[in-house]
């Protein structure tokens, strides 16, 4: 029998572990504006963006389309983005609506905050060094 992985030293745990204590603490700040932080980092990329669709938006986030498809219905619902028409019939695409605008406005002070915490907490050279590896190895998988 196999033994079981040593979690210490695991890339994956470590990583999904750590992802979870940011956003813990992004959804914490960012809660009294109504947004997840998964909520506000999409409707910062169709702020960004423009209109979207759904195959660009899951590139651009490197999530699956069913995924992303579940993620984009709150923000649907609560009329923070919609689906318009996109260049031919078949196309549909995301937009953020002037709602969705306001209350991105509203979280970016939480949001702000959230971000200047986490990088204390992590320091800012650690900080800078952790985005250039994670930004490195979205590229040279190809997915981002």
Partial sequence: MAKPMDVKNCTNFNLRKAARVVTHLYDETLKPSGLRSTQYSLLTVLSLGGAETISNLAHKLVMDRTTLTRNLKPLQLQGWIKRVPGEDRRTRVWTITAQGRKVLAQAL????????????????????????HLKLTVQKVGLG
Avoid: C, F
């Fill in 109 to 132: 002070p939480l949001w702000q905050k959230a971000q200047k915490d986490t990088v204390s907490l992590l320091g800012k050279e650690r900080w800078n060094g952790l985005l250039d």
